[in-house]
C-alpha cells in the first residue's frame, strides 16, 4: 500500500507561483513513475504532469497547457515530487492530485487509469 499526501495549494494572484508537494510512503518510491493531475468544478481529471525513468535518465511529460510554466521534480531520498508551478492563470485553478504508478518505465502515462495510488488533493486557487 501506497500512501499520498498533498500539500503546498493555496490562494495566489494570477502571475504568481506556488510549489505543491507530494510525500509518499514505501520504501521503494524510487521505482515508482509520479504524476500530478487537476480538476476543475464541473470537469473532468486532466493530466498535468508525469515524471519516469528509462535507465539512468529521468523523463518527465507536461500537458500543452502548462508545458514552459510547470516543473515536475523527486527527491528520492525524502519519497517526495514536486510541482513548481509559475506564472499561474486562472485557469489553472483546480483540486491538484499525486498519483503513483507502479512502473518507473518510461512512459508519459496521461491517462488516470494508469497509476495505481491517488492522493486527497490540495486546493489551488488563482485569481485574476
Known amino acids: 500500500q501506497v500512501q499520498l499526501v498533498e500539500s503546498g495549494g493555496g490562494l495566489v494572484q494570477a502571475g504568481g507561483s506556488l510549489r505543491l508537494s507530494c510525500a509518499a510512503s514505501?520504501?521503494?518510491?524510487?521505482?515508482?513513475?509520479m504524476g500530478w493531475f487537476r480538476q476543475a468544478p464541473g470537469k473532468e481529471r486532466e493530466f498535468v504532469t508525469s515524471?519516469?525513468?528509462?535507465?539512468?535518465?529521468?523523463?518527465?511529460y507536461y500537458a500543452d497547457s502548462v508545458k514552459g510554466r510547470f516543473t515536475i521534480s523527486r527527491d528520492n531520498a525524502k519519497n517526495t515530487v514536486y510541482l513548481q508551478m509559475n506564472s499561474l492563470k486562472p485557469e489553472d485553478t483546480g483540486v491538484y492530485y499525486c498519483?503513483?504508478?507502479?512502473?518507473?518505465?518510461?512512459?508519459?502515462?496521461?491517462?488516470?487509469?494508469?497509476?495505481?495510488?491517488w492522493g486527497q488533493g490540495t486546493q489551488v486557487t488563482v485569481s485574476s
Open positions: 498519483a503513483a504508478a507502479l512502473d518507473i518505465v518510461r512512459s508519459p502515462r496521461r491517462s488516470p487509469s494508469e497509476y495505481d495510488y
Open positions: 514505501g520504501r521503494t518510491f524510487s521505482s515508482y513513475a
Open positions: 515524471i519516469s525513468r528509462s535507465g539512468g535518465t529521468i523523463y518527465s
